[in-house]
């Protein structure tokens, strides 16, 4: 549902965007900022706990009341699943903001670590797109970002 804010809406609105990732108030006719939040966090858990977002039935509708009882969470960090859980609450009042995950200490340490690596290409000649954790397996990546020298834990 991105799109520009405020949404400049001329003739008819047309619903846009696959329903695995929809929020629940879309289905309300209720459109906002928290919409792309709950779908940013549907992309997040689908890719963090390796599932298969459903695209309807029981399942979907239980993911859109904060239900996961069916999502294995185990190896994921509480830090990620508290960060899922919060993107992808029920009542849109209540959700993360967008300026709030960009704030968020973990994605800072991203956002400094992935600098780090891409001024560091750069110096060497090398694609700055190596300054990505998704171009090869980096030491320290997840440690780093995940902050265990900065007294969090992983698991």
């Not at 709950?38 to 979907?60: C, H, K, R, T």
């Not at 993360?96 to 000649?125: F, H, L, Y």
């Amino acid at each position: 549902m991105a799109s520009a804010w405020p949404r400049q809406v001329t003739g008819d609105f047309e619903r846009e965007g696959d329903r695995e990732y929809m929020a629940p108030e879309i289905l309300r006719g209720v459109y906002g900022k928290a919409a792309d939040i709950f779908s940013l966090g549907m992309v997040v858990l689908e890719a963090a706990a390796n599932i298969v977002v459903p695209d309807m039935g029981a399942p979907w509708h239980a993911l859109r009341q904060e239900e996961f009882s069916d999502v294995h969470f185990a190896g994921l960090s509480g830090v990620l699943v508290a960060m899922i859980r919060s993107l992808m609450r029920t009542d849109p009042a209540k959700r993360v903001t967008a300026p709030s995950v960009c704030n968020d200490p973990v994605v800072g340490r991203a956002r400094a670590w992935m600098a780090r690596r891409r001024q560091e290409a750069i110096k060497d000649g090398l694609d700055a797109i190596l300054g990505s954790p998704l171009a090869e397996e980096r030491e320290g990546f997840v440690r780093d970002v995940l902050g265990v020298e900065h007294g969090m834990e992983i698991c």
